[in-house]
Nanobody, 124 residues
Framework: VQLQASGGGLVQPGGSLRLSCTASESTFSNYAIGWFRQAPGKEREFVAALRWSGGDTRYADSVKGRFTISKDRPKNTVYLQMNNLKREDTAVYYC??????????????????WGQGTQVTVSS
């Protein structure tokens, strides 16, 4: 599975962005797709994940109510809609694919495949 992340950019606090994660060669069947972020000098942090074949979703507490993860099956794409962005959301955002169970989705070590990352900068 090859993943392509896109959609990052510069946005003012309170603004919105939508990130996309597309599989280039295969489908996401049997995987959960997660979004993580990594700020300079910090560890990779879980943001949100969903099960491709089903309705399970999971969010980090820091983004609940502001971010929404969703999927578009025909486009083989997972989205991360980010609203009410804050300066502390600034990071490189990565998407990954895992076959792990729900309880493991927040752990980056459980992800087999990663996209290349897309920069999100929240600044006035």
């Amino acid at each position: 599975v090859q993943l392509q992340a896109s959609g990052g950019g510069l946005v003012q606090p309170g603004g919105s962005l939508r990130l996309s994660c597309t599989a280039s060669e295969s489908t996401f069947s049997n995987y959960a797709i997660g979004w993580f972020r990594q700020a300079p000098g910090k560890e990779r942090e879980f943001v949100a994940a969903l099960r491709w074949s089903g309705g399970d979703t999971r969010y980090a507490d820091s983004v609940k109510g502001r971010f929404t993860i969703s999927k578009d099956r025909p486009k083989n794409t997972v989205y991360l809609q980010m609203n009410n962005l804050k300066r502390e959301d600034t990071a490189v955002y990565y998407c990954g694919a895992t076959r792990g169970v729900f309880s493991s989705w927040a752990s980056p070590s459980q992800y087999y495949y990663w996209g290349q990352g897309t920069q999100v900068t929240v600044s006035s």
